[in-house]
C-alpha cells in the first residue's frame, strides 16, 4: 500500500522571503498551519553559508524544525560548476562540494538532496561512501525539457539502475504532465509582447496530446510550417525555445523507474477557484502513485510567481494554501 504525504518546497514562497515580507521562521509556521508534514528548503537561498553554515545557522534550522514539527524531507542542491570566470569546475572539487552538502543536510536532518537537471552521471558512484556514512541520498531532478530524451539525464538514470543503491535515486517534477499549456504563461508572455497566434498554436499541440518539445524533437529542433505561420515577429521567433519546458507524457513513463524514485515536485502554475490545477491532473497523478505503491512525499512548488503581471499583488501565499487543501483533500479521498 502507498503512503503519500503533502510537503511545501519553500520556492514557492521565495518573493516572500526575498522582499522581507516573511522571515524562515514566518513561513515554517506558514507551511505548518497548511497542514504539510514535511518542508523542502533551498539551503542556498535560506541557509546563510551554505554549504559551510554556521553551528549557530543550523540550531537555528533544527530549532524551527521542533517548533513546527514538520519534517525536514529534502534539501534542494545546484552544482554550481561556473564559480570561477576562467574555467568550470574540475571533477575533484565537484565531489568535494557535493560531500560539503551532504555533511550540511546531514546537520540539518535532512536524508535527501535533490540534484538540480543535469548534474553529471559521475558524482554519484565516488560519493557512495559519504552518502551511506551520512545516511544522505541524493537524486536527479527529472524536469521538463530535460527529462527522459535528453542524454544527460539518460546517463544519470543508467547510473542509478547500475548502482541499484538507497542513497541514488530520482525526484520527478510534474511540468512533465502537463495536460495544458499554463494560461498564466500565456497572459504574462503576451503582455510582454509574443503574439497570441504562438500560444495559440501551441494551445493546438495539448489538445492533440502532445506538446511543443515533442513536436521540436520530432523535427529536429527545426520549427514546422505551422509554427512559422505562427511567429509573427522576430521577437516570437526567439521566445519560441522558452516554451517547451512543459511536456505532456503520460504517467506510464514513471513505470519502470517507481523503485527509484524518492520525491515529486507538484508544479504549481495556477490553482483554480474551482479546485484543480489549471494545467495538470494532480489526482490522477496521485491515483496512479497510489496505485504503484509510492512511499513519499509530494512537494507543492509554485512557479506562478514569476509570471506574475506588473501591477497584480503576489499570489504565493493564496496559491500554496489552495494547492496544499487540494492534495490533502484529494487523499484523503484516495485513502478513504
Not at 239 to 246: A, E, Q, R, S, T
Request: aromatic share 12%; net charge negative.
Amino acid at each position: 500500500m502507498s503512503d503519500i504525504k503533502a510537503c511545501v518546497s519553500l520556492y514557492s514562497l521565495q518573493d516572500e522571503y526575498l522582499n522581507k515580507r516573511m522571515s524562515l521562521s514566518d513561513i515554517m509556521h506558514f507551511v505548518k498551519e497548511q497542514g504539510a508534514e514535511g518542508v523542502e528548503i533551498l539551503p542556498d537561498q535560506m541557509i546563510k553559508g551554505s554549504p559551510y553554515a554556521s553551528d549557530e545557522e543550523i540550531a537555528n534550522w533544527n530549532k524551527l524544525v521542533e517548533e513546527t514539527s514538520l519534517t525536514p524531507v529534502i534539501a534542494d542542491v545546484f552544482l554550481n560548476t561556473n564559480l570561477y570566470k576562467n574555467r568550470t569546475l574540475t571533477k575533484k572539487e565537484c565531489i568535494e562540494l557535493l560531500t560539503a552538502e551532504i555533511i550540511q543536510a546531514h546537520k540539518m536532518g535532512i536524508h535527501l538532496i535533490r540534484l538540480v537537471s543535469m548534474v553529471p552521471y559521475w558524482v554519484l558512484e565516488p560519493l557512495m561512501p559519504v552518502c551511506e556514512k551520512y545516511d544522505v541520498a541524493l537524486a536527479i531532478e527529472v524536469h521538463a525539457a530535460m527529462a527522459f530524451d535528453v542524454q544527460a539525464t539518460k546517463e544519470f538514470l543508467d547510473e542509478v539502475k547500475r548502482l541499484d543503491s538507497k542513497y541514488a535515486g530520482i525526484v520527478i517534477d510534474t511540468g512533465i504532465f502537463c495536460r495544458r499549456f499554463p494560461r498564466v504563461v500565456r497572459a504574462y508572455e503576451t503582455n510582454n509582447g509574443t503574439s497570441p497566434q504562438v500560444f495559440d498554436y501551441i494551445d493546438t499541440l495539448f489538445e492533440k496530446g502532445t506538446d511543443l518539445h515533442a513536436v521540436l524533437l520530432e523535427n529536429h529542433f527545426q520549427y514546422p510550417p505551422e509554427l512559422e505561420a505562427a511567429c509573427q515577429t522576430e521577437h516570437d521567433k526567439m521566445f519560441v525555445p522558452l516554451c517547451d519546458g512543459y511536456e505532456n507524457l503520460p504517467f506510464e513513463v514513471l513505470d519502470e523507474y517507481m523503485p527509484y524514485i524518492y520525491h515529486f515536485h507538484f508544479k504549481l502554475f495556477e490553482m483554480t477557484e474551482e479546485g484543480p490545477e489549471y494545467s495538470m491532473d494532480y489526482k490522477a497523478l496521485l491515483q496512479y502513485l497510489h496505485e504503484h505503491d509510492y512511499h513519499g512525499y509530494v512537494s507543492t512548488e509554485y512557479e506562478g510567481n514569476r509570471f506574475t503581471l506588473p501591477g497584480t499583488p503576489m499570489q504565493e501565499k493564496k496559491q500554496v494554501a489552495m494547492q496544499q487543501a487540494y492534495i490533502q483533500k484529494c487523499l484523503k479521498e484516495i485513502y478513504g
